[in-house]
């Protein structure tokens, strides 16, 4: 991105932030001591089951000496019900080193907050923008989610050079900006409209800068490899004819699945579950409406971490509507010039046999 880019995009980001971001009890505190164990509480538990121990918690240790000198036992019944108690033990051992070695208070500097049981790269990065509004992205799985669709980022997050690729592009982000609410509203992005199944790009302030969403495949991202089993994805197929019989085609992005193969543009059904939501999004970006044709069409193609679910819809749609920058018009036989992968030839083939709309 151009710095105008990026600050437009972090004006849209904030502005989202502080309109529609969760109002959350440890985001009305610059106690790092709070924010700490506000940090530690969140990792793998979710943020409504957080909320009512947090507040416990502090009121019964409401300073680093009165968490440092309890009992551990004391300290885990506290606990009881959030799980993963190590995070507990590890918390209580962090803090008495902080009383011993930083006078009860929690270090400014990255490197010492990493010397701290139970800290580590994720959580240091958090505590500098949060307590001490220092630029350092917080790389966790909402925020490769939300930027692997932004910018379109085809490395498997698995790897630790992926990571190390998203806290440059972070960064680069974060620094002309308020480092806590960059973090926090992409955190918040994530986990209410960027979701993993789900994203609800209608909802998204940030939309108009999202290649996935221009392109159609938010749901084809963010890219993991590993032994997990594929993601299903469903999608409606639509064969968009103008007033010449002429289909609608358009080009995948150059890098990625698929990457620059043609393809007759695809609904996500994950995203866009009923009719009216189906209508509406054909009606926005096609201006026509679409209905599954009279001769039953599905195709199932498995890729190594996806498995399309493929169905169709028809629609006729004006020659004159502004075309994408890949997108095209191609007759019958042009059609035949484009390489097409193996699920829209099965489409091709459909169209032959059947005709539809009298093409």
């Known amino acids: 991105m151009k710095e105008q880019q990026i600050q437009q995009f972090n004006h849209d980001l904030l502005d ?48 680093p000496e009165a968490l440092a000198d309890a009992p551990e036992q004391e300290v885990l019944k506290s606990w009881e019900g959030l799980g993963y108690y190590s995070r507990a033990r590890n918390l209580q051992k ?19 907050l990493l010397s701290l049981t139970g800290i580590g790269p994720y959580t240091a990065s958090a505590l500098m923008s949060m307590a ?8 966790d799985g909402n925020l490769m989610r939300v930027l692997s669709r932004i ?56 939309s108009s800068h999202c290649r996935a969403y221009e392109e159609g495949v938010q749901l084809e991202y963010p890219v993991k490899s590993g032994k997990a089993k594929p993601r299903m994805l469903h999608y409606a197929v639509l064969l968009l004819l103008d007033e010449q019989g002429r289909f609608l085609v358009e080009q995948r992005p150059d890098s990625g699945l698929l990457a620059g193969m043609w393809q007759f543009p695809m609904l996500s059904l994950d995203e866009y579950e009923d009719e009216q939501q189906q ?16 001769a039953a069409f599905s ?10 679910k493929l169905t169709l819809r028809i629609g006729r749609t004006p020659s ?27 489409v091709i083939r459909w169209i032959e046999k059947n005709r539809p709309l009298h093409t």
């Open 299 to 308: 195709y199932t193609h498995h890729f190594s971490h996806l498995i399309w």
């Open 132 to 139: 001490y509004h220092e630029p350092e992205p917080a790389i």
């Open 16 to 63: 989202w932030f502080h309109r529609k971001g969760r109002r959350l009890p440890w985001r009305k505190t610059d106690n790092p001591y709070y924010i700490w164990i506000s940090e530690v509480m969140l990792q793998q538990t979710q943020v409504n089951t957080v909320i009512p121990y947090y507040n416990q918690f502090i009121k019964k240790f409401p300073t």
């Open 94 to 112: 962090g803090v008495r080193e902080m009383v011993a070695t930083y006078n009860s208070e929690l270090p400014k500097n990255k490197s010492d």
């Open 320 to 346: 004159q509507m502004k075309l994408r920058k890949r997108q095209c018009w191609a007759t019958m036989n042009e059609l035949k010039r484009f390489p097409f992968p193996v699920s829209h030839q099965k």
């Open 279 to 294: 209508q509406a999004y054909s009606q926005e970006r096609f201006q026509c409406s679409v209905e599954p044709p009279e």
């Open 151 to 206: 910018f379109l980022i085809d490395d498997d997050i698995a790897k630790q050079k992926t990571r190390e690729k998203f806290e440059k592009l972070a960064s680069d982000l974060i620094v002309q900006t308020e480092p806590a609410s960059f973090n926090q509203a992409l955190m918040d992005l994530g986990a209410m409209v960027c979701r993993p199944k789900i994203a609800d790009c209608s909802q998204c302030p940030i």
